[in-house]
């Protein structure tokens, strides 16, 4: 009985997470062969690289954390993108991917985080936010990450 179940609850979880879209953008992104997937990334807008970001990142398995890159060499210009993400979103999931952006940013020297105090102040209330814990230490510690860089 709970083995017929997990489709089902897997199926609510990933409809809760991502809302009532159809996902076709991206569900047609990873319809595609994955080797270049960076790559055909880097061809769309901000907004549609952020969408496929997330459904790749929350959705698919493994994880397609690869394509946090794209989105970090826009570096300040995303910027007023990710912080309004992160300002709309009360989801701890957000919260950690936003940040693995931001964590990439630092990491590539495509925008300076730990220089950005305002940005800085939105990620350690975002964080300090989050309802789990285990996420939350996660993203502590990435954070921390970020602020130790050099």
């Given at each position: 009985?709970?083995?017929?179940l997990r489709p089902i609850t897997l199926a609510l979880t990933c409809f809760i997470m991502l809302g009532c879209r159809d996902h076709r953008l991206e569900k047609g992104f990873f319809d595609k062969p994955p080797g270049d997937r960076v790559g055909r990334l880097r061809q769309y807008s901000l907004a549609d690289q952020y969408k496929i970001f997330r459904y790749?990142?929350?959705?698919?398995?493994?994880?397609?954390?690869?394509?946090?890159?794209?989105?970090a060499e826009r570096g300040t210009a995303a910027v007023?993108?990710?912080?309004d993400q992160l300002n709309a979103s009360a989801d701890d999931i957000a919260i950690r991917d936003i940040?693995?952006?931001f964590e990439r940013m630092?990491?590539?020297?495509?925008?300076?985080?730990?220089?950005?105090p305002a940005l800085?102040?939105?990620l350690t209330s975002r964080v300090s936010?989050?309802?789990d814990k285990e996420w939350q230490a996660i993203c502590n510690k990435k954070l921390r990450g970020i602020k130790d860089s050099r």
């Amino acid at each position: 009985m709970v083995t017929a179940l997990r489709p089902i609850t897997l199926a609510l979880t990933c409809f809760i997470m991502l809302g009532c879209r159809d996902h076709r953008l991206e569900k047609g992104f990873f319809d595609k062969p994955p080797g270049d997937r960076v790559g055909r990334l880097r061809q769309y807008s901000l907004a549609d690289q952020y969408k496929i970001f997330r459904y790749g990142n929350d959705v698919k398995e493994p994880p397609a954390m690869e394509l946090a890159g794209p989105i970090a060499e826009r570096g300040t210009a995303a910027v007023p993108f990710l912080t309004d993400q992160l300002n709309a979103s009360a989801d701890d999931i957000a919260i950690r991917d936003i940040l693995l952006i931001f964590e990439r940013m630092e990491a590539s020297g495509s925008y300076d985080v730990k220089a950005d105090p305002a940005l800085l102040g939105v990620l350690t209330s975002r964080v300090s936010g989050m309802k789990d814990k285990e996420w939350q230490a996660i993203c502590n510690k990435k954070l921390r990450g970020i602020k130790d860089s050099r």
